[in-house]
């Protein structure tokens, strides 16, 4: 790929696609040369940080994930503000070990909202990272037996698998109910490191000057299939079934930790918002702490003790 120069058509600043919550955006590519640099993917314009109370929404220069974070936020100040029921021991109102205190009387924390801010998050902050890549890296090595190439290819199918298991049909049963139970109970039980990496190859292979538009287009046909199958989706991967917000945070596991990889193999930054960050890590600390780590981790985090050599969740 060294010698090529990738051409693909660039639509106008009037084009436009849908977004998650159904109102038109411009796409990632407007205004850019016919023929460009040789790499697969190109940069989109710049992203705009949002923060609601104690959380943080990252939206992609428009206003789709703050629209949705405020509407949310609206509702549950609503609900405390009008509430009138009686006081309960897990109610608005109620005590404990008799000091009153005032809690919600269902969460306020819409977990699927939040997979599916942050998954919509870091495939774009994953497609603009890659956009960065010089021609000379695509064959420098990234991660074990992966080059550049290799691990973009990769990563690309966090994105890509999203859209064929929504398209397949759904488990009939929840058998991992969360992300967390996914790595501890399912990941090391069904997982073929050698075919992974192997898919990973291939899939490396298969990246052309269209990539970044396909990967673009796919992201698109999978948010519309998110909202559309909402949070009482099942996935099915395999005989494995998970809810849908669940199986978004493992995509945002690895989109978040591989766009970290590639950064740091093309010597850049990686560009995902920390709130993203932070919930990978949160989930990341959660399944050490599942697998027996917890003390582990604490340790570490404090300057206590050093993790033993290559220790990892996975």
Not at 153 to 181: K, N, S
Not at 270 to 284: K, Q, R, S
Request: proline letters at 7%; glycine letters at 10%.
């Amino acid at each position: 790929m060294e010698n090529t120069t990738l051409s693909r058509q660039v639509p106008s600043e009037r084009d436009t696609v849908q977004g998650t919550a159904g109102r038109p955006h411009q796409k990632r590519v407007a205004g850019l040369p016919h023929v460009v640099p040789a790499t697969p993917l190109r940069k989109v314009g710049g992203r705009n940080h949002v923060s609601l109370g104690a959380a943080a929404v990252t939206v992609c220069k428009y206003r789709r994930g703050a629209d949705r974070c405020t509407e949310f936020g609206q509702h549950c100040l609503g609900q405390r503000l009008e509430s009138n029921k009686p006081p309960l021991e897990n109610g608005w109102a109620g005590s404990f070990r008799g000091h009153p205190l005032i809690l919600p009387s269902a969460s306020c924390h819409d977990g699927f909202m939040t997979s599916t801010t942050d998954f919509e998050t870091a495939a774009h902050s994953f497609l603009d990272l890659v956009a960065e890549v010089k021609v000379s890296q695509w064959g420098e090595p990234a991660l074990g037996v992966w080059d550049v190439r290799s691990l973009v290819g990769h990563t690309a199918r966090a994105i890509l698998v999203v859209e064929q298991y929504l398209l397949a049909d759904p488990a009939p049963a929840v058998t991992a109910p969360d992300a967390e139970g996914y790595y501890v109970e399912v990941f090391s039980s069904y997982t073929d490191n050698d075919a992974i990496a192997a898919r990973g190859v291939e899939a490396g292979k298969a990246l052309n000057e269209n990539s970044g538009a396909e990967f673009e287009a796919t992201l698109g046909r999978a948010l519309e299939l998110i909202a559309q199958n909402g949070p009482d989706r099942i996935v099915a991967i395999g005989p494995i079934g998970i809810p849908l917000g669940e199986y978004l945070r493992t995509r945002v596991f690895e989109l978040v930790v591989h766009s970290m990889d590639i950064a740091k193999a093309t010597n850049q930054p990686h560009g995902i918002p920390p709130e993203v960050v932070a919930n990978v890590a949160d989930l990341a600390a959660r399944v050490a702490v599942r697998k027996g780590s917890g003390e582990d981790i604490l340790f570490a985090l404090t300057g206590r003790r050093p993790l033993p050599p290559r220790y990892s969740i996975l």
